[in-house]
């Protein structure tokens, strides 16, 4: 079949290359004009450590793991280790692959096999489903006409927007936003990783790999932003801050406004009653994201495309069978990870003073130098 995929992230190219290994003649719309990179290490879980595996990349991913969860400690204005991570509580078992999102999305990009191809600096404008396939008109100005779309866009697909209805009708604000940015100044540094809270707020400092960010969360109820206008993200995040002067928040900050890397979301979760709706299908954050507080994102886009592409082959030319059958396997998973995201928030954003010293005093580990 001829396919169409938007977004170059971890579902969409993990769709090209099951697709694409197949036998499908596959090509991924990217709207940036390069893989976006960025990105804290990210957790591969469960039955996705299979998924990567029967796609020959365990040996690989294995290769770049890190431990950045281990190494990180909640310390004090003046930087001393007060808590640790509970790593037991929020790794599922020692078999947990945790490594840096860049090196995941370099991994799959260069596993794509020749029958899958991406196109930069475009994406899907319109699209009509129809008899024998969907004709599709992209930002570019070009057409074409596809046996299915795989929307694979993110929490704020496009495609999903286009066949499903507006964003607002599948998502559920989970009152945190999230953001991080580059940290120069600090990548040759050999501290610890930390993270600092002021009540209702974290900032922290991310090593690995020759590497540092800076990174950021805050709870918020819902705000209107644009989802590509950088310059108003940084501001939401200064504002959120505003008043905050304590251990390094206003170097992090202005860390945070000189990046041209910036990333921000929120913690938001997609529930969607069905992920597909005539040759078109959604996979990944675009159908079912778990918010970034379960950990969990990156597993679903994986065993989400495995099960998408073994369906397909199991079903031949009936597609909406194909459909029903990943949708019925991969609907476990998504519950699950979509219930497990308030204790990690209750655990990195205490809203009070009192609430952050109790997180710290049950978290006390021998050798934090907490008192
Ligand atoms: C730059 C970046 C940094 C991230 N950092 C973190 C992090 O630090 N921690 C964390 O837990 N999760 C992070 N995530 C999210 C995480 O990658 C996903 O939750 C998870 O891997 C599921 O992947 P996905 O492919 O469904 O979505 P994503 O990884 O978000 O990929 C979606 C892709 O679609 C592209 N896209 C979006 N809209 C369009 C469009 N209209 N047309 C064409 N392409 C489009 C995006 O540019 C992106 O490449 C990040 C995502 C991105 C894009």
Not at 82 to 97: G, K, N, Q, T
Not at 144 to 159: C, M
Request: net charge negative.
């Amino acid at each position: 079949m001829n396919i169409l995929v938007s977004g170059a992230g971890i579902a969409g190219l993990a769709c090209a290359i099951e697709l694409g290994t197949r036998g499908h003649d596959v090509t991924v719309v990217e709207y940036a004009r390069h893989l976006r990179l960025s990105g804290t290490p990210i957790d591969i879980r469960g039955d996705a450590i299979e998924a990567v595996d029967r796609m020959g990349l365990l040996a690989k991913i294995q290769k770049q793991r890190v431990r950045m969860s281990e190494l990180t400690q909640f310390v004090d204005s003046g930087g001393e280790p007060v808590a640790r991570i509970p790593m037991a509580e929020i790794s599922d078992s020692d078999d947990d692959i945790e490594l840096l999102r860049e090196d995941l999305v370099r991994i799959l990009a260069d596993a794509l096999p020749d029958t899958a191809t991406i196109r930069f600096g475009d994406s899907i404008e319109a699209l009509t489903d129809g008899d024998g396939g969907v004709d599709v008109r992209f930002a570019s100005g070009r057409t074409g006409r596809y046996d299915l779309v795989l929307g694979a866009d993110g929490q704020h697909s496009a495609v999903r927007r286009l066949v499903f209805g507006p964003e607002e009708d599948y998502h559920r604000h989970l009152g945190v936003y999230f953001a991080l940015a580059d940290h120069p100044g600090e990548a040759r540094s050999e501290g610890a990783n930390a993270i600092y809270n002021v009540p209702r707020r974290m900032a922290g400092i991310f090593r690995y790999a020759g590497k540092a960010v800076a990174v950021f969360q805050f709870r918020s109820e819902p705000i209107d932003y644009d989802h590509r206008d950088l310059d108003a993200q940084k501001k939401i995040l200064v504002d959120a801050f505003a008043g905050h002067r304590s251990w390094r928040i206003p170097e992090l900050l202005e860390v945070a406004r000189a990046d041209p890397g910036f990333y921000f979301t929120s913690a938001s979760q997609i529930h969607l009653p069905s992920w597909y709706r005539g040759r078109v299908v959604l996979v990944g954050d675009a159908g079912y994201c778990p918010a970034f507080l379960s950990g969990r994102g990156t597993s679903l886009a994986l065993t989400g495309a495995r099960f998408l592409a073994e369906e397909l082959q199991r079903c031949g030319h009936d597609h909406t069978a194909a459909f029903a059958r990943y949708e019925a396997r991969q609907r476990p998973y998504v519950t699950f990870a979509q219930d497990r995201v308030h204790s990690g928030r209750d655990r990195m954003l205490p809203t009070t003073w009192a609430a952050i010293a109790a997180r710290n005093k049950a978290l006390q580990a021998p050798g934090t130098g907490a008192p």
